[in-house]
């Protein structure tokens, strides 16, 4: 079972280059932290909206 887990690893790493999946693990860090960034200054928008409402 050992040896199976093995040529599998090892036939992944042959049939995929390295830059491709790092390019798309970069893509998918950067689509995130585009997201990220949206909701915090939606969320700060709607913070400050709350304070001035008040007034």
Do not use: D, P
């Not at 390019?23 to 950067?30: C, L, P, R, S």
């Not at 585009?34 to 304070?51: D, K, P, Y």
């Amino acid at each position: 079972m050992k040896n199976a887990h093995l040529v599998l690893i090892a036939l992944l790493l042959f049939t995929m280059s390295g830059c491709s999946v790092i390019e798309g693990i970069f893509k998918a860090g950067a689509v995130a932290g585009i997201i990220a960034v949206v909701v915090v200054i939606l969320l700060l928008i709607w913070i400050i909206s709350l304070f001035r409402g008040k007034q």
